[in-house]
């Protein structure tokens, strides 16, 4: 399924090397303000240009269509990026030797051989263009959230002053890091998400795992709340609107906005497409063979993946108020 949401609803389509890239937005309230310009700052995070990144350049201009007088009117919007820079060619040898970690192999297997896997297909981190424009018109749907991310670890580096060092060192090796992305939603409103199945962290989850690299999800204190025992874990209330003098839970009890700010980490794999000679089964031979992908890649994708993770929390955050203010 291609499509997203409750009251706030995407459908995305595309591909890392099809001509274009583009997301559909229905649900969005009437009367919003919004125009290209918008879209400059958060599109701009995404952009690659620090160390490490991929050589690959996109304008990405954001072709919108669906507003009237440059405001939105309840019906559809529609946000399209045309993809420029484009090499397709590069990528027919991976339909016979399918690159390891990559989705080459169950792409072609799930969609049939027809399946355009170029840079990846729709599982490529290009697509997540979409999701940023995505994100800017949800956070503008509720303008009383402040999203900020950052970036909690690089490998095994946890000090931000040598972010950059441990990135440039594995991308001179030609091999790649994985990362922790951390978001915090400040001025959150209590009493969102819709228990059981759509639970705040299932709603915020489910778009979190739709982008291109994440692998792992922990709200509040996660993992390392295993390691303490409830009487120093529980979060003591201390004020008649539900404060809390800890927020261990981040900002979410029983899969309700409780008015603490939300909180949560993302893990981000290390990019599956690295420079160095690997093996991988060749269908055309039938044998496990060398493989060197080559091509243009980021050494590290969690830093380009910050404000894609940010962007998605906005999308599920608007649809839990849009719904909460349907029932």
């Not at 019906?75 to 397709?88: D, K, Q, T, W, Y």
């Not at 792409?107 to 997540?128: E, F, L, N, P, V």
Request: hydrophobic share 40%; charged share 25%; proline share 4%.
């Amino acid at each position: 399924m291609n499509t997203f949401g409750r009251q706030l609803r995407l459908t995305i389509r595309g591909g890392s090397h099809a001509p274009e890239i583009a997301i559909v937005m229905e649900g969005v309230p009437e009367g919003i303000a919004l125009d290209e310009s918008m879209f400059a700052a958060d599109l701009d995070r995404r952009r690659p240009g620090t160390a490490g990144t991929t050589a690959r350049r996109e304008s990405d201009f954001p072709h919108i269509a669906g507003l009237r007088d440059g405001h939105t009117t309840g019906e559809g919007l529609e946000i399209v990026f045309r993809n420029e820079n484009i090499r397709r060619a590069d990528y027919a040898r991976f339909a016979d030797c399918p690159r390891p970690s990559h989705a080459d192999l169950t792409q072609r297997r799930k969609y049939g051989d027809q399946c355009d896997i170029s840079g990846g297909g729709q599982a490529s981190g290009r697509m997540t263009v979409a999701l940023v424009a995505a994100g800017v018109v949800a956070k503008r749907i509720v303008p009383w959230a402040c999203f900020s991310t950052r970036l909690v670890s690089v490998g095994r580096q946890s000090d931000p002053a040598l972010f950059d060092d441990e990135i440039s060192a594995v991308a001179a090796e030609g091999d790649s890091v994985g990362g922790v992305v951390e978001c915090r939603i400040s001025g959150m409103r209590p009493s969102l998400g819709e228990p059981f199945f759509d639970s705040a962290e299932s709603v915020i989850s489910h778009l979190l795992f739709s982008v291109p690299g994440v692998k792992a999800v922990e709200f509040g204190d996660g993992f390392d709340g295993t390691r303490k025992r409830g009487s120093e874990r529980n979060d003591a209330i201390v004020s008649a609107d539900g404060r809390t003098a800890t927020n261990n839970e981040g900002g979410i009890n029983g899969g309700i906005t409780n008015g603490n700010d939300v909180v949560f980490r993302v893990a981000v794999k290390p990019t599956a497409s690295i420079s160095r000679e690997q093996i991988t089964y060749d269908f055309s031979t039938g044998r496990m063979e060398p493989l060197v992908i080559g091509g243009r890649h980021d050494a590290c994708i969690a830093r380009r993946a910050m404000v894609v993770i940010e962007a998605v929390a906005a999308v599920a955050v608007a649809d839990m108020y849009l719904t909460a203010m349907k029932s």
